[in-house]
């Protein structure tokens, strides 16, 4: 009988179970050890209340995008098309993560983009609730040089 209450007990101990045991009419508790909750990921969010913005506005961004838009050395000829960039704004405005989505124009055109993104200021950030939350941004940048 002792055999089998240590087999039941070794069983329910590795189990991560609580078992109650009586021997002698001594209660014993054998309980597993408490593990932390792992840390939960910050939530990002397609689509917010408010939307992050470019600081000025749309006609900011674009003054901005027109000025810093550079030819990518590896043209000679002219470039048209679109680059489809996707980042996240965080909390506090900040672009991280930038990726291309889309490449319509090759040639260079892509890694052109995530360098002008990159080199954003820091934009208004999305809201939920009345709160600031990191949120995704897809970005069209047109090329026509």
């Known amino acids: 009988m002792k055999k089998?209450?240590?087999t039941f007990t070794i069983?329910?101990?590795?189990?991560?179970?609580?078992?109650?045991?009586?021997?002698?009419?001594d209660k014993i508790i054998i309980r597993a050890p408490e593990t932390a909750a792992p840390e939960k990921e910050p939530?990002?969010?397609?689509?917010?209340?408010?939307?992050?913005?470019f600081v000025g506005g749309m006609d900011s961004l674009k003054t901005y995008?027109?000025?810093?838009?550079?030819?990518?050395?590896t043209t000679a000829g002219s470039l048209e098309g679109n680059v489809m960039v996707k980042f996240i704004v965080d909390k506090k405005g900040n672009i991280?993560?930038?990726a291309v989505l889309k490449d319509l124009v090759?040639?260079?055109?892509?890694?052109?983009?995530?360098r002008l993104v990159?080199?954003?200021?820091?934009w208004?950030?999305?809201?939920?609730?009345?709160?600031?939350?990191?949120?995704?941004?897809?970005?069209?940048?047109?090329?026509?040089?």
């Open 106 to 114: 090759g040639n260079g055109a892509a890694a052109e983009a995530l």
């Open 118 to 122: 990159r080199s954003m200021p820091k």
């Open 96 to 98: 991280k993560e930038p």
């Open 4 to 6: 089998l209450i240590v």
């Open 43 to 53: 939530e990002i969010y397609d689509r917010a209340e408010i939307m992050p913005s």
């Open 11 to 25: 069983f329910f101990l590795f189990s991560g179970k609580t078992i109650f045991s009586q021997s002698n009419n």
């Open 65 to 73: 995008i027109s000025r810093n838009l550079q030819r990518p050395e």
């Open 124 to 145: 208004l950030p999305g809201k939920q609730n009345g709160q600031a939350v990191n949120t995704f941004y897809t970005l069209a940048i047109h090329f026509k040089l």
